[in-house]
């Protein structure tokens, strides 16, 4: 029997102890913050870039399963359910919707009431989207019954990013003549992976 033994010694951590566990997680999470910023981004970036691809395929499926002429135009930029009419930026979204009249161009009162199949809101404040093709113009994609564009030649655009001037987390989608859309990652020097 051990009759002087105290055994109600006290389980838990000392403050040194904590203080080092604190110090540590410090440095390790001042270290992963860069790695988050540029996830989160590229994440943002993907999104807006996979919602415009999925803009233009339900355009061109839509305009072939409707037997009709279906567009994409910027949206205003007041957020109000009409194209913006005139050339610039897409920050403040897009809009899918059904164009009977197969117009290549968009005014301030398109589309017509009902005509609208989606409305995309606008792009975060540091990421844009600007035309790159050879009309940089353009302020209206439009599938024709067949699902091909009525551009003679397809086009481009470009989602960048304030926050980053190397262009690591750029997309580019394009679209040919035929239909077909892709959404690529741009390289830093402005080609395509």
């Known amino acids: ?13 000392t403050l040194v102890e904590l203080m080092v566990t604190l110090a540590i997680a410090v440095v390790l999470i001042t ?29 061109r499926m839509e305009a072939v399963s409707r037997n009709t002429c279906v567009s994409v135009c910027r949206r205003a930029a007041s957020g109000a359910a009409q194209c913006a009419g005139e050339a610039g930026s897409w920050d403040a979204g897009w809009l899918v919707y059904l164009n009977p009249g197969c117009d290549s161009s968009a005014s ?65 989608i394009t679209y040919n003549t035929v239909g077909r859309v892709m959404n690529v990652a741009a390289n830093p020097g402005g080609g395509d992976d």
């Open 1 to 13: 029997m051990n009759k002087g033994v105290n055994n109600s010694r006290m389980n838990g951590f």
């Open 31 to 59: 270290m992963a913050a860069p790695v988050l910023t540029g996830f989160l981004a590229r994440s943002q970036m993907s999104a807006a870039a996979n919602e415009l691809t999925d803009a233009l395929q339900l355009a």
């Open 108 to 172: 301030s009162t398109d589309p017509a009431a009902g005509q609208i199949l989606r409305a995309q809101q606008a792009l975060p404040a540091h990421v844009h989207l600007n035309n790159t093709g050879s009309d940089d113009n353009s302020d209206v994609i439009v599938y024709t019954s067949r699902g091909v564009t009525t551009d003679p030649i397809g086009g481009s655009l470009a989602l960048t990013d304030d926050r980053f001037a190397d262009g690591s987390v750029n997309r580019k």
